[in-house]
């Protein structure tokens, strides 16, 4: 199977910027971890207050049809406001998914915070983070506090469970270690996302403008610029990674690049599996027919599925099997397991997604590639923004522009 990827063969998500599947609250800029390659800014902002968060959803309500906010930060767990904020985003029809490092949840918080309205966690955990109570220099080393997460989220129990990790060229070589875990676990960890990090070395390569003036870049993005690794990853680079622990895998659905359109910005992969192996990968036909049926009956895309739904996945292919070939075949493998194992019927099959998401990166002419129908658009002063790009509206007022010191040759798409 090769690495290449062509998103022709695969569902594009209908996802745009007034019509999207997940929108992103921004509650705090204050988090209790300092991750290495955060290019946040703790000094500006702060807490936001409840009347704050109100307008934010009046702009996501009248500006932007979603199936769930991202309630994020900083830390959202630091806000001493989280199950008001929880029961706010629930209330006006969102499911609230709440984006953590993890420190602050204990199970006490998790059962206020489910019965506030939150509909599952991502959690994001990688190297890049310094915890003061776990020692990790690999991701492998990471799994056993991954597992932690997962197994309070299960006990408590209809939440969905997800992963974030950042992914650098010195990291790149450990997706596999993370997707093999991910693997035995089907059943409690619905997705992990690998989020490959920004333009390594960037800054010496560009002159930077706001509004026609030279400006100096934010100095957060400053401080973290040598930390991304030797080189930018690109999604294909990832793909081969997870393909060294699981070859099947094969995406369904993406989302392209606003400045390249051969680009994977955002590349979807969901797995039918029992907690031993896997029957194969749903097909961007399965993709659409989940997405177009959720508009209709809820007029809006689909975010995120309730973890009962992500556990019908033998039902899910035998359904689809009759209109869909790569349904099939995965229908005939769950049919030749039951027929050697018939009391393998009471073993459910479960739908399991990996993500890769590579964020904005700047063209070898000075056009910056965003995500094209981008999910984690938020709110800065009552406009819908590029969540990853705040600091620019922060410190100059608007979004930079590139200008490269030197001509570069044409970059291969990734």
Sequence with gaps: MTNILAPQRYYRLPWSLSDNAISWLEVTTRCNLSCRGCYRDQKRGGHKTLDEIAADLRVFKRERASDCISIAGGDPLVHPRICDIVKMVRKKGWKPIINTNGVRLTPKLLKELKAAGAFGFTFHVD???????????????????????????????????????????????????????????????????????????????????????????????????????????????????????????????????????????????????????????????????VQEGHRLLQKKWLAYAEPRFLSLGRVSALLMAPFDRGMRRIASEQAWELLKNPFSIIEPHYMQTFTVIQPSDVLPDGRISMCDGCPDMTVHNGRLAWSCRLEELKQHGRFLTAVPRKPKRLRAAG
């Design 127 to 289: 190297t890049s983070q310094q915890r003061k109570n776990f020692i990790a220099s690999t991701e492998k080393d990471l799994n056993l506090l991954r597992q932690r997460f997962a197994e309070m989220l299960a006990a408590e129990g209809g939440l969905t469970c997800s992963f974030n990790q950042t992914v650098t060229s010195d990291t790149l070589s450990q997706i596999p270690d993370v997707v093999r875990w991910a693997m035995k676990h089907p059943d409690i960890v619905h997705t992990v996302v690998f989020i490959l990090y920004r333009e390594p070395g960037l800054f010496g390569e560009y002159d930077f403008y706001a509004g026609g003036e030279k400006v100096e870049v934010p100095v957060t993005y400053q401080k973290v610029a040598t930390w991304g690794g030797k080189h930018a990853v690109r999604t294909p680079e990832a793909v081969a990674k997870i393909r060294e622990a699981d070859p099947a895998f094969e995406p369904s659905a993406y989302l392209n690049g606003t400045e390249d359109a051969t680009s994977t910005k955002w590349l979807l992969g969901t797995r039918i599996a029992s907690r031993k192996r896997t029957f194969g990968y749903v097909t961007p036909t399965f993709m659409e027919t």
